[in-house]
């Protein structure tokens, strides 16, 4: 029987790094339990079911998830720890913004997803030139943790 999957990350600010990634994947925030999802800001939602719950404020901010809005994808899981990132990731998201495409439009496409990411705080790393037949090309980014992804 196969598992579900969560990717969890670590982060300073756990809020900023769900609203990129909800932005970068099309996923969405999903609302507080025993409610449904918020029509309108998610976080204002959760701050409200937070301070019901008589949770610190401190701790407010220490979680936060996004989903896809379809329960296609894995849910993605950010909470806050101490330190920072010290090293390159051992595991990244391939993020498949141009499959089937080859050649120059896929790079042109990679390369337009990129300009959309890079203004939601996204870092542009590297380009990876194709190199048929094992390499289609990529682009080598960061989110705005530093975190490393692939468009894909």
Same mark, same amino acid.
């Given at each position: 029987m196969s598992?579900r999957v969560?990717?969890t990350?670590?982060?300073?600010?756990p809020?900023?790094l769900?609203?990129f990634w909800?932005?970068?994947?099309?996923?969405v925030?999903?609302g507080?339990p025993?409610?449904e999802?918020?029509? =309108?800001?998610p976080? +204002?939602a959760?701050?409200?079911? *937070?301070? &019901?719950?008589?949770?610190?404020e401190e701790?407010?901010?220490s979680?936060?998830?996004v989903?896809?809005p379809?329960?296609?994808?894995p849910?993605i899981f950010?909470q806050r720890?101490?330190?920072?990132r010290?090293?390159?990731n051992?595991?990244?998201?391939?993020?498949?913004?141009a499959p089937?495409?080859?050649?120059e439009?896929?790079m042109?496409?990679?390369?337009?997803e990129? =300009?959309?990411?890079? +203004?939601?705080?996204?870092?542009r *790393?590297? &380009?990876v030139?194709p190199e048929p037949p094992?390499?289609?090309?990529?682009l080598?980014?960061?989110?705005?943790?530093?975190?490393?992804?692939c468009?894909d």
């Amino acid at each position: 029987m196969s598992r579900r999957v969560q990717v969890t990350f670590d982060a300073r600010d756990p809020r900023v790094l769900a609203s990129f990634w909800s932005e970068a994947l099309g996923y969405v925030v999903p609302g507080p339990p025993g409610g449904e999802r918020p029509a =309108g800001d998610p976080w +204002a939602a959760w701050d409200e079911f *937070l301070e &019901r719950a008589r949770v610190p404020e401190e701790e407010r901010r220490s979680k936060a998830a996004v989903e896809a809005p379809e329960g296609s994808g894995p849910r993605i899981f950010f909470q806050r720890v101490p330190e920072g990132r010290t090293a390159k990731n051992r595991v990244h998201l391939d993020v498949r913004a141009a499959p089937g495409l080859r050649g120059e439009e896929r790079m042109a496409a990679l390369e337009a997803e990129c =300009g959309r990411l890079l +203004a939601l705080g996204a870092a542009r *790393l590297r &380009r990876v030139e194709p190199e048929p037949p094992f390499d289609a090309g990529h682009l080598v980014m960061a989110d705005p943790e530093g975190n490393e992804f692939c468009l894909d």
